[in-house]
């Protein structure tokens, strides 16, 4: 079950940008950003992450689902921090 939640430094980086939950669901966490941002990922059967910020960036080389959910969730992260700096 706990690979439903996201990783605590990855909360802190999502309170920095306005998110507010204390223990957020992957599906939260990625439901904000597209309710805030208008960003969508998804991950492939062969566990590539892909993420449209306006630009698509595939994730590559995940050993898993959940890896490549987490990386896709790095990378949302990243693109709206600099989007705010």
Request: hydrophobic share 40%; glycine share 6%; proline share 4%.
């Amino acid at each position: 079950m706990n690979k439903e939640f996201v990783p605590q430094e990855q909360v802190l980086e999502l309170k920095k940008l306005g998110f507010d939950e204390p223990t957020p669901l992957y599906e939260q966490a990625f439901s904000w950003l597209k309710e805030k941002y208008g960003f969508t990922y998804s991950v492939g059967n062969t566990n590539i992450g892909i993420v449209h910020v306006g630009t698509t960036f595939l994730l590559q080389d995940n050993a898993s689902f959940e890896e490549a959910q987490l990386e896709c969730l790095k990378k949302l992260i990243e693109v709206a921090i600099n989007r705010i700096s």
